[in-house]
């Protein structure tokens, strides 16, 4: 009788010791559940659910970063910046290695006129070996770097990014900016027509080649852009100047 009831203590214990770590691991099965949702609801736009399956997930486990993140970015879509910070500021708290974690927090920071400090979540994010595109975190960096006027640092950062992905978008046509403000407007077209190759022309894009061709003395494919311009953005300040010239 002894021996059974020692048997029934052993398993009571074991028993109790396990249901903690139990506990864990499916409040964490449930975090991923609920972000995963949280996620899908994103795509197809309905925030209010997504914000809803987001907010269960931090329920279930406050330190599971990808949650943090993804609340990030949708207060960041529906306007709550000062919400979207402290998120973002969670998620590098409980994942501060994660590349994903702190290429999305640099680019808030970036985004809030914090550039000097952003750049430490850029780097950070490249240094996590397994962050699958340093590329982005390179090309934000960058970016950032461009929009304080650093045009070095800049173009530093973006040769790195083009180095993992020489047809990435968000280097090319900052390369192209670069290169136009440098006053090599050579190397600025083969950067925008490498964009070009790559990416439909923008508003941005198409300024650029007009200035840039502009510059070439190329009045031919200034115009094209110039029509362009005209066409697709009768709104913006390049066309509107366009126009003053046409009345003249």
Known sequence: MLRILLLIAVLFIASCES???KSEESQRKAAETNTSLGRNYMDLGQYEIALEKLKRAVAHDKTYAPAHTLL???Y???GETEKAGEEYKLAVRYDPTDGDVNNNYGAYLCASGKGED???YFRA???DPFYS???IALSNAGSCALDQGDLDKAEAFLRQSLEYDSKLPGSLLPMARISYE????LRARA???RYEAVEAMNEESLTLGYDIEQKLGDQQAANRYRQELMERYPGSSQAGRNASQDRK
Do not use: D, H, M, R
């Not at 440098?182 to 407007?185: C, D, K, L, R, T």
């Open 19 to 21: 249901t903690p770590k």
């Open 72 to 74: 990030g970015i949708l």
């Open 76 to 78: 960041e879509t529906i």
């Open 118 to 120: 952003a750049e430490k």
């Open 125 to 127: 994010a490249v240094a």
């Open 133 to 135: 595109t340093p590329a």
């Open 182 to 185: 440098q006053g090599s407007y």
């Open 191 to 193: 950067f925008l027509q």
